[in-house]
């Protein structure tokens, strides 16, 4: 019997952006086979593109109509049976994931729409990750019960082996003290949900703890193959490198007001930032400066337009915007 194994290289790309308050990112779905929601994706092509970077550019802009700016790898995603359908004796996809920031135009939706792709909010996939209003009432009513089920359950025979048990792992994604919350542990959250069999990708993927349920409790919106935990992956990265580099600024107009910018990062953090504290921060960091012009869009009084001193790339590296801490209302 052969055994020899085909490997085929994919390229994934999380497009993040911020509109109306929201982090969004862009999906594309086949209109006539109803599938599941996906991230942009096509394989590499040695003879076609002479980078990754240059293929997963050209399969963008072929998908989305999308010229990427900012782009950077996030990981390599390998696992058996990760891009596989029952019965599929295809080659093996090995995929390589990108991040991409990029700022929306009045007219990308509709272009976006002409290529059967759109914008979605990430908290639709990750409801749990949204603490801007308070403690999210799924973490109470579904996923803390859920986990205490898994948690007395004999783990299934021939389980890996962990250097932390079930409960420690569940106490530091999900917080065993109720006060904390950490932003940044989103794919290990993820990667719990889905060994418990508490998400759709479990049960498509086989996953024992997910076939002996008798219904799924509708954890976030599903996507195709391993395309949730590639966008838990990128959301991870995101917030964690919101603290120690100046990439929300890509994400940003030219100009904006300082409440702009604190509503674009509670909407990558999920975090809800108390006003003058963030002012406080932005002025320490001494990452913007005024304009001289002002704003009157919000109807209110003239606010202040800044922009980002982009010339502190070249002269020292630029920090971030060091929010963080602890979330209230963890109870």
């Not at 109306?20 to 086979?33: E, Y």
Request: charged share 25%.
């Amino acid at each position: 019997m052969d055994s020899t194994a085909t490997l085929q290289i994919g390229l994934n790309a999380v497009i993040v952006s911020v509109a109306g308050g929201m982090p969004q990112i862009v999906q594309v779905s086949d209109p006539h086979s109803g599938a599941a929601d996906s991230l942009p994706f096509g394989p590499f092509d040695p003879i076609r593109h002479r980078t990754f970077e240059i293929g997963l550019r050209s399969w963008v802009e072929e998908q989305t109509a999308l010229r990427l700016g900012y782009i950077e790898q996030l990981y390599t995603f390998g696992d058996r049976g990760r891009h596989r359908v029952r019965g599929d004796a295809g080659p093996h996809i090995v995929s390589v994931g990108y991040l991409a920031l990029t700022r929306q135009t009045p007219d990308s939706e509709n272009v976006l729409a002409r290529h059967d792709s759109n914008w979605r909010c990430w908290y639709d996939y990750f409801p749990w990750e949204d603490w801007r209003n308070g403690r999210p009432s799924i973490l109470d009513a579904k996923i803390l019960p859920e986990l205490k089920t898994w948690l007395a359950a004999e783990p299934p025979e021939g389980s890996p082996l962990r250097a932390l048990g079930r409960e420690e792992r569940v106490n530091l994604a999900f917080g065993a003290d109720p006060s904390k919350w950490d932003e940044e542990r989103v794919l290990e959250r993820y990667e719990l949900l889905y060994e418990a069999g508490l998400v759709s990708e479990a049960l498509q993927d086989g996953r024992p703890a997910a076939l002996e349920r008798a219904d799924l409790p509708g954890l976030g919106r599903p996507m195709q193959f391993d395309h949730r935990r590639i966008l838990a992956t990128a959301l991870s990265r995101l917030r964690g490198k919101l603290k120690y580099r100046p990439v929300i600024f890509e994400l940003m107009a030219d100009t904006f007001t300082l409440t702009e910018l604190q509503t674009s990062v509670e909407a990558i953090s999920g975090r809800h930032l108390h006003k003058q504290n963030f002012r406080r921060l932005v002025e320490n960091a001494d990452l913007v400066e005024p304009t001289g012009a002002t704003s009157t869009a919000t109807g209110g009084r003239p606010a202040a337009l800044f922009r980002f001193k982009r010339a502190l790339l070249s002269e020292r590296p630029a920090p971030g915007l060091k929010v963080g801490g602890r979330q209230p209302g963890y109870s």
